[in-house]
């Protein structure tokens, strides 16, 4: 991870929706003399950057709770008030899919202006089969609408919903209902890429973590892990064990977790935003992963509730300033683990002959400039399979 393969003075030739070569721009312009050329001017061109970790579909942002917080109530404390992802899902609930659409598609067009052409949603604030259906339908059709490379997610089991909550049984009858409704609907449909669990205590435990994953696992689902957010519970251990592409937060793995995540082809994906965002001092122990020879991934972890920002390169500078990566490290967790991160490793991710051209441009001449400028907004234009997907002028960037 400590090598991103940052290099200048070199141009990238494009044929149709992949990189045909990266070398000397007169090389290329012998090679390829009727291109199209765009000027970069000398500017940072990166891979387009890979958010694997969002919660994009969502009616009312959660304004409210940010006073709560610094007034000291908690976020399990907000939860069994019933705010936190429960009024999200009170609030899904009541919306028509058309009206889900209209809200998500700005949300996402500013995501898109911060550089990112690839983005894993999730649904996970219905929590009943036609609500994670209707969510998972808002993905699909966002992704005819907008250029960006959509991966949609089903979460299910993000919370267990109140009315299950509130009876006796009503916990084993939920998970019966992941499995054996909402899945197989989900599945049937074609909604979903990946399944997902917050496996947390007080949420989903780690053998109900397991039914639900494996029964997913079956459907042809990858299969993806909120895992050690708040407390070392055996996530990151489960997630090595079943196979997950990724195992999410980690804000408290424990030493074993780091271990067995480093032996495992399971991506470690950090949410440094959110640890800022609700007033933690602890981070996840990014170094210790790497150092260990994890696979680290940063995502914004874009939501109403806990991490209510679009801006990717901010994600990076909290990389470097809290997790202590390097700039490289930043870059290769932003783009290629966060496409490791999605099944997608071999497509996009690197500006490298064969791989999807998916890029971004952005106002710096030194990659170390976009985490230090911090908050900033530096991304002048980005292409998905080659075609316009941001641009900050009228004209192609
Ligand atoms: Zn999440």
Redesign the pocket.
């Known amino acids: 991870m400590s090598d991103a393969a940052i290099v200048t003075g070199v141009a990238v030739a494009v044929v149709g929706e992949k990189i045909a070569a990266v070398g000397s721009q007169a090389e290329l312009e012998r090679s390829y003399p009727g291109a199209t050329r765009v000027d970069c001017a000398g500017r940072l061109l990166a891979p387009g950057l890979v958010d694997s ?1 969002t ?1 994009a579909i969502f009616g009312r942002p959660r304004f409210e709770e940010q006073e709560l917080r610094a007034s000291g109530i908690d976020y399990m404390e907000i939860a069994r008030r019933g705010g936190g992802i429960h009024s999200s899902v009170r609030d899904l609930r009541g919306r028509p899919e058309d009206e889900l659409v209209t809200l998500a598609m700005p949300r996402l067009q500013r995501l898109a202006a911060h550089g990112v052409t690839t983005v894993e949603v ?1 649904s996970g604030y219905g929590l009943t089969p036609e609500d994670e259906l209707k969510s998972l339908r808002v993905i699909r059709r966002l992704g005819e609408h907008l250029p960006m490379r959509f991966v949609p997610t089903w979460l299910g089991a993000h919370e267990i919903p109140q009315e299950y909550r509130d009876v006796p049984e009503g916990r084993s009858e939920y998970v019966r209902l992941l499995v054996s409704s909402m899945l197989p609907g989900v599945a049937s449909e074609g909604l979903a890429r990946f399944a997902d669990v917050f496996c947390e205590p007080g949420v989903f435990t780690i053998d109900e973590t397991r039914t639900i994953l494996t029964a997913a696992r079956s459907a042809g689902l990858g299969l993806k892990l ?1 895992a050690d957010e708040l407390r070392a519970s055996g996530g990151a251990e489960l997630a090595a064990e079943i196979g997950a592409t990724s195992a ?2 980690l804000a408290a793995i424990s030493e074993s977790g780091i271990r067995v995540l480093a032996e495992s082809n399971t991506v470690a994906t950090l ?1 440094p935003g959110t640890m800022l965002f609700l007033g933690k001092e602890k981070q996840a122990p990014a170094r210790a992963l790497i150092d260990a020879g994890a696979a680290v991934a940063l995502a914004t ?1 874009f ?1 109403p509730g806990t991490s209510p920002t679009t801006n990717f390169p901010l994600i990076m500078t909290l990389g470097v300033s809290q997790l202590r990566m390097s700039v490289a490290e930043t870059f290769v967790a932003a783009t290629v683990n966060g496409a490791a991160a999605l099944s997608l490793v071999h497509h996009v991710g690197q500006i490298a002959p064969g791989y999807s051209a998916d890029l971004a441009l952005f106002d710096a001449s030194d990659a170390r400039e976009l985490p230090y400028w911090y908050g900033d907004h530096r991304c002048t234009g980005s292409w998905v399979r080659g075609r316009v997907c941001h641009s900050s002028t009228a004209e192609t960037p």
């Open positions: 970790h919660h999730k909120h999410d937060h949410l972890d939501n």
